[in-house]
């Protein structure tokens, strides 16, 4: 039996994981698209992001199918 | 400020910050290792994992009081700007800190079974209706989740791609995850039986924060109600103040009847007046200084030029400013704010304005 305890764990665990790759994705080609300001910035900076990314991306997926923010 | 991104934004200052931290940090978790192995010796001896986790978790929830006290110690009384200065260092450098008390705990008390430890976490007692046995880690990972969150999106990146409100009311939950964070120790501390020094520290420290604000905000309100509240006439020119009741390089906060406030500064032999909400996350440019010729932010160093309220170059940021005239040693104020980053020309001390 699947206990509600592991229903939230698996859910989470789905939810980062596809969080983790559309996050390397998003910091590769994403991020420039989203924030001009964006464009170039060091891998010290797109690591930062990372993980807010991870825990945003359904933000950040409709962010970047729209174009983002006008500069 | 927006000019393209950095990692990690650091100078001089916000170096020494840090290392201030990190060897309070350290210091703290030595002390208290030290102390407990002597206090608690012979049968009583705790081993060094639970020594650790009390270490690690006590470290992060004074730190999160700490962090939490900073911003209304700071608008009841200047001194504690610095601590403002570079709090979002502080904020992340506490979320590893809390992130340590939960790998470590976790994997002692939920890492040797077969059972993924998280799962394991959450369902380890099933006895949510019963206060003495409530499972209190599972509270402890709420919070965590939602800490992990906030540090995860203190880069200045989010808060220009999220809504300034969004972010606003995001980094709002963290009062959420210091409820929870009260209830984790509360009820962890009644199931171990050692002592309830615990639970009145975490009390105590609730009870302070409560008062801290609401004290702060009792201030601020009275302080917008006395004095010299003005009403925006039309373009009419308002009394603010008496030159010499400002502070050389330094400004006077004059609130608005509509809540909004002017920061009038006094600097160079000249008298600027701008708005005093501060374009990155709303600071209050009336309580900093003029650095190096520019108004700078108390919070985290934003500059802007006051007789232009732009931000000197390659910054970008733009606040609105005001105009200014001094008569008979008074400085009065135009209260309708110019659009942002406008010139307008300082009154001059002691000239024919
Ligand atoms: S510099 Fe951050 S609020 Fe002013």
Excluded at chain 2, 171 to 184: K, Q, R, S
Excluded at chain 2, 185 to 197: F, H, I, N, T
Excluded at chain 2, 226 to 233: C, L, P, T
Excluded at chain 2, 270 to 289: D, I, M, R, W
Aim: hydrophobic letters at 50%.
């Amino acid at each position: 039996m699947v206990s509600f305890a592991e229903l939230i764990v698996s859910a989470l665990g789905l939810y980062a994981g596809i969080g983790i790759i559309f996050a390397l994705l998003f910091v590769t080609f994403g991020v420039a698209r989203v924030d001009p300001a964006a464009k170039g910035a060091p891998w010290g900076f797109r690591l930062i992001i990372l993980p807010g990314t991870v825990a945003l991306w359904p933000l950040m997926l409709m962010k970047w199918i729209g174009g983002g923010r006008r500069a | 400020m927006s000019h393209g991104y950095q990692a990690v934004l650091w100078n001089k200052h916000k170096r020494t910050y840090d290392l201030a931290v990190a060897g309070g940090i350290v210091a703290y978790i030595g002390t208290f290792i030290g102390v407990s192995m002597a206090t608690w010796s012979g049968p009583n001896i705790l081993s060094t994992e639970i020594l650790l986790i009390q270490a690690f978790g006590s470290c992060a929830f004074i730190m999160l009081t700490i962090i939490l006290s900073i911003g209304p110690l700071a608008r009841l009384n200047s001194i504690f700007n610095p601590l403002l200065y570079n709090r979002r260092h502080f904020g992340v450098m506490f979320f590893i800190v809390a992130l340590a008390h939960v790998i470590i705990a976790t994997f002692w008390y939920h890492g040797f079974g077969i059972v993924n430890p998280l799962v394991s976490i959450l369902s380890m007692n099933s006895e949510y209706d019963r206060i003495a046995q409530f499972p209190f880690e599972s509270l402890g990972f709420v919070a965590l989740l939602i800490l992990f969150v906030m540090a995860a999106t203190s880069h200045d990146f989010w808060l220009a791609n999220l809504k300034p409100g969004v972010w606003k009311a995001m980094h709002m939950f963290v009062y959420v995850a210091y409820g929870l964070l009260v209830l984790h120790v509360v009820l962890g501390a009644l199931q171990a039986e050692r002592s309830s020094l615990y639970t009145w520290l975490v009390i105590a420290s609730a009870v302070w924060l409560t008062v801290l604000h609401v004290l702060t905000g009792a201030r601020e309100t009275s302080k917008d109600h006395h004095g010299a509240v003005a009403a925006r006439d039309g373009g009419h020119w308002m009394a603010v103040a008496a030159l010499d009741d400002i502070p050389n390089d330094r400004a006077r906060i004059v609130p608005m009847k509509d809540g909004e406030r002017i920061a009038v500064f006094k600097y160079d032999g000249k008298v600027s007046a701008v708005s005093n909400v501060c374009a990155h996350q709303n600071g209050p440019l009336g309580e900093g200084k003029i650095v190096d010729g520019c108004i700078t932010c108390p919070w985290h160093g934003y500059q802007y030029n006051p007789d232009n309220g732009q931000s000197p170059p390659p910054f970008t940021e733009k606040i609105p400013t005001y105009k200014v005239k001094i008569e008979g040693g008074h400085v009065f104020v135009d209260p309708t704010p110019l659009p942002p980053g406008t010139p307008v020309a300082p009154a001059i001390i002691g000239g024919n304005a």
